[in-house]
């Protein structure tokens, strides 16, 4: 796909001025909440795990309001909320990690975004051809338009100059 005189003169002035496109200041600034937001997420399951390890009659209360619940699920309830907490952080770890990616301009953080979208993008095709609900499909459409635009912002001239400064 050929590049625009104008892309590549824009593309240019950023590189001189060495200023983060602002976009990808959007992104990053994401990114760090998302990661705030996973751990505060981990927090809250790790703080339940000790409710449930401390009191045992909170899992029976649990039984009591939710009677679908077999004594098999009630006794794993705790491995997965441990589970859960380490998922959390690990994300939370990936996310201020691409974030400060973004931040400094490194190149690694834009190309894992990419990777992870265009699997988004396959998961939302996927969702779009086999979810039956409207809202659902509505929703998955949704999420496919974001991802390519943007895969697509990732992929513009100015914003790939910017992370390959550095």
């Known amino acids: 796909m050929p590049i625009k005189k104008r892309e590549v003169k824009r593309a240019v002035a950023v590189t001189r001025k060495k200023e983060r496109p602002l976009g990808v200041t959007i992104l990053a600034v994401l990114q760090y909440i ?3 937001l996973s751990l505060l997420g981990a927090a809250v399951l790790f ?4 409710m449930v390890q401390n009191n045992p009659q909170v899992l029976s209360m649990l039984a009591q309001q939710v009677p ?8 794993i309830i705790p491995l997965m909320l441990v589970v859960f907490t380490i998922i959390l952080t690990l994300l939370a770890i990936l996310y201020f990690f691409i974030a400060r990616g973004f931040w400094k301009g490194r190149n690694w953080a834009r190309l894992l975004v990419i990777i992870m979208l265009i699997i988004g993008v396959v998961g939302s095709i996927f969702d779009i051809i086999k979810l ?4 659902a499909v509505v929703s998955a459409i949704i999420g496919l338009i974001i991802q390519a635009g943007l895969v697509w912002y990732l992929m513009r001239p100015h914003v790939v100059i910017y992370f390959r400064k550095k």
Request: charged content about 15%; aromatic content about 6%.
């Open 34 to 36: 998302g990661a705030a």
């Open 47 to 50: 703080i339940l795990f000790m």
């Open 68 to 75: 679908e619940l077999t004594p098999d699920v009630l006794e």
């Open 132 to 135: 039956q609900n409207v809202s």
